[in-house]
């Protein structure tokens, strides 16, 4: 992989997710392979924990679990790419996602879910839940999130 670092400017690293830390990078490559992601990522502190390709807003300046049951969790701003919580977490911001479980349909766009932290390609529809599109299925499990930050609350 190619990284380009808004940071310390343009900076070529081979290798797995590697961001400086509080850095920005804009990943290039041809092909994703299973639990990869490319785009503009970065770091942050995500607490509590995460797991790859959650979705995540930003509260007391750290990263949490969206979940559109309610405006204070949301709206999704990152997709989390390392696994766990604490700071310098690879965070995707725009870009494309690769994993092998999902079972999405092609075409279809994706909301954040009523299940913290999760995606789904069925827009929430409770009362008092937010619709907020993050992207859309290139594959069944690769998807191009792209996030809305406008949501719409369900009356």
């Known amino acids: 992989m190619t990284y380009i670092s808004g940071q310390i400017g343009i900076n070529f690293v081979n290798g797995t997710t590697q961001v400086p830390a509080g850095g920005l990078s804009i990943v290039l ?16 502190t995500v607490t509590p924990s995460a797991t790859f390709g959650q979705c995540l807003m930003i509260s007391g300046g750290n990263y949490i679990l969206t ?22 977490k690879a965070l995707l911001l725009q870009g494309y996602m690769r994993d092998d479980t999902w079972s999405w349909t092609s075409g279809g766009l994706l909301y954040a879910s009523t299940t913290a932290g999760g995606m789904t390609q069925t827009a929430p529809s409770g009362s008092g839940d937010q619709v907020q599109p993050i992207g859309y299925a290139v594959t069944s499990t690769i998807i191009y999130f792209n996030p809305s930050f406008h949501t719409v609350e369900i009356v």
């Open 29 to 44: 490559s041809d092909a994703l392979s299973d639990l990869t992601a490319h785009g503009v990522i970065t770091t942050g």
């Open 67 to 88: 979940d559109a049951d309610s405006s204070s969790t949301m709206p999704c701003m990152a997709l989390a790419i390392d696994t766990g919580s604490g700071s310098d």
